[in-house]
Nanobody
Framework: QVQLVESGGGLVQTGGSLRLSCAAS????????MAWFREAPGKEREFVAA????????DITDSVIGRFTISRDNAKNTMFLQMANLKPEDTALYFC??????????????????WGQGIQVTVSS
């Protein structure tokens, strides 16, 4: 089992920045591919960004390209999401996610093995 804990969320004005962190614990002896998803009120949970276990391959959804950056520090079992130029439509509950096996298909929430509890990001207009 892997436990994931998010931190760094909060309230920010349009155009502001936040950095989310996700700390992994438990069976972290095997590296996992990791991702961020988000869930806005009344909407389905959607993929935001992902990074493979080695930090080589990454995916990011079109709506945040140029604004969000995903990274990880395997020595500290921590993943980050740097968010800049935030917009009201970025308001959502953000979830850290992890899966083993192949990196392919990490963008689908049905393939995720472990989830964090979620952290709120609110962008005011």
């Amino acid at each position: 089992q892997v436990q994931l804990v998010e931190s760094g969320g909060g309230l920010v004005q349009t155009g502001g920045s936040l950095r989310l962190s996700c700390a992994a614990s438990g069976r972290t002896d095997s590296l996992y591919h990791m991702a961020w998803f988000r869930e806005a009120p009344g909407k389905e949970r959607e993929f935001v960004a992902a990074l493979d276990a080695s930090g080589t391959f990454r995916d990011i959804t079109d709506s945040v390209i140029g604004r969000f950056t995903i990274s990880r520090d395997n020595a500290k079992n921590t993943m980050f999401l740097q968010m800049a130029n935030l917009k009201p439509e970025d308001t959502a509950l953000y979830f850290c996610a992890a899966k083993g096996g192949r990196y392919v298909s990490i963008t689908s929430r049905s393939n995720i093995q472990f989830w964090g509890q979620g952290i709120q990001v609110t962008v005011s207009s």
